[in-house]
């Protein structure tokens, strides 16, 4: 897994690599590799190094002293560099020593870059960018380079509350910092710089792609339709049959040896997946090793009496939409339930579920809720997080919002119950799942006549199978 440490991990991880490694290494190593980044960004996106002209911002504090030793491995390369200091008298001042005696020179304004280098603030800023450096990040119209992370931004919650730095690259030191999945498009492209730190198991963190295709269920010499694992599906209705079809065809399109579909939905799913096998309830359903609950199932009297009637079971369950809506008003139902769930919700749900909204600290909000109903708890969005009672947060960090459409919830779920019945714990389920729908949301995006265009929830359903064979084909399976 990748790990991802907060402000107060790295500072204790730093204050321990300084009693191991002279005094100013650390700062040089990952000044050096900020350098290195800014080098290969300036060739692609130049053609070149010598003669190229690149900016500093440099606050105060260690982060300005990183861009500004960066500064001065970067004139030892033929680049000519120039730093605007926002806070002159406290400028890091062997930074800027080694800076003046590399040639760099000091201005006072942006002047014409070919990249700049934001060392405004670092790891312990807080809010947004001040007026000054504002103003003169809002006249920056060449790539910029972040160093650790783009300032403005907040190292653990990823909240952006005003103005702040939107960087094409963001060059991390020592290690992944929670901004860097939370806030992603503010971060750009990240590179992360080693410089020594020994860290402790993360409390945030992501599953690797390869490790997710390494570990996807697929089919053994001894497995038949049974073994590979049966879902069931209660979704949709009168008024949302979509729902039905999307649900069950995420858990069709996820490899389940078998699902069996429970509700008033059936002609439409046998139509569009004649392999389901469909029944009017959920008693005459048949034998399943997991249930999804919700998407489109309405909100009645019935459909509380079917949601009760699947947490009732010893079953895997992931509950979902009109499902979670339920939850809201009767949180009791979840009550003498042993068995693993799953919650889905975007931020409107997770409000009615707890009564506040998850922002601004979505790590704390979705472990909190986990913790309090003791169960899993997968929060929508761009960065989807995943928290389990007694485990690391896991964060999926989509690549874009692709997803953001009516009815790819829907799939989700379907996806993360076929990953139950064959067997895997909910936590894994649900962060593998998210991946695998990101994944096909992106290619469904690119697969259009006009690469990157919107997409609906058909194309992506489309596209799981062609997800889950790209994380294998990473995994060497």
């Known amino acids: 897994m990748r790990g991802y440490y907060t402000a107060d991990e790295v500072r204790a991880a730093e204050a321990e690599l300084f009693t191991r490694v002279p005094a100013g290494m650390p700062m040089r190593r990952a000044a050096f590799g900020l350098a290195e980044v800014v080098v290969r960004e300036l060739r692609e996106r130049t053609g070149g190094v010598a003669g190229r002209t690149v900016t500093l911002l440099a606050g105060s504090g260690d982060n300005g002293g990183d861009a500004l030793w960066a500064g001065s491995f970067l004139r030892r390369r033929g680049v000519a560099v120039e730093a605007v200091l926002l806070s002159p008298e406290r400028a890091h001042a062997a930074g800027l020593a080694a800076l003046r005696k590399a040639g760099g020179r000091i201005r006072s304004d942006i002047g014409t870059p070919d990249l700049v280098i934001d060392g405004i603030v670092g790891i312990s800023g807080r809010g947004s960018l001040r007026p000054e450096a504002a103003k003169l990040v809002s006249g920056v119209d060449v790539p910029i380079i972040s160093a650790d992370l783009p300032s403005g931004v907040d190292a653990d919650t990823g909240v952006v509350a005003g103005p702040a730095v939107r960087a094409a690259v963001t060059v991390a030191f020592g290690a992944y910092k929670p901004v860097h999945a939370l806030a992603a498009p503010y971060c750009g492209r990240i590179e992360l710089v080693p410089i020594g730190l020994r860290l402790p198991d993360p409390n945030l963190a992501a599953l690797e792609p390869e490790s997710i295709g390494a570990s996807w269920p697929v089919p053994h010499a001894t497995d038949d339709k049974y073994t590979q694992g049966v879902t069931g599906v209660c979704a949709g209705s009168a008024k949302y049959p979509g729902a039905a079809i999307l649900c069950t065809g995420g858990a069709v399109a996820a490899t389940s040896g078998m699902v069996r579909y429970a509700g008033t939905g059936a002609p439409q799913v046998l139509e569009h997946f004649p392999e389901v096998v469909a029944a009017p309830s959920i008693s005459e359903t ?84 986990s913790d309090s109903w003791q169960v ?56 593998a799942a998210a991946r695998v729908h990101a994944l096909a949301a992106n290619l469904a995006a690119h697969a259009n006549t006009v690469a990157g265009a919107p997409i609906s929830a058909s194309p992506l359903l489309h596209h799981i199978r062609a997800a889950i064979g790209t994380l294998r084909e990473l995994s060497g399976r």
């Open 286 to 369: 048949g034998r399943v090793q997991s249930w999804v609950f919700g998407p489109g199932a309405g909100t009645d009297s019935d459909a509380r009496d079917r949601l009760a009637e699947v947490l009732a079971t010893d079953l895997p369950v992931v509950v979902d939409a009109d499902g979670l809506t339920l939850l809201a008003a009767d949180p009791g139902l979840l009550s003498a339930r042993r068995a693993p769930t799953v919650l889905t919700p975007h931020a409107g749900e997770f409000a009615r579920l707890t009564g506040s909204d998850p922002a601004p600290d979505r790590v704390a909000a979705v472990r909190k809720l």
């Open 376 to 431: 899993t708890v997968l929060l929508k969005g761009r960065a989807t997080l995943i928290a389990t009672p007694g485990h690391p947060v896991l964060v999926n960090e989509a690549g874009g919002s692709w997803a953001a459409t009516a009815g790819a919830g829907d799939i989700l779920s379907g996806v993360i119950a076929a990953l139950l019945a064959s067997g895997h714990d909910p936590t894994w389920s649900a962060a």
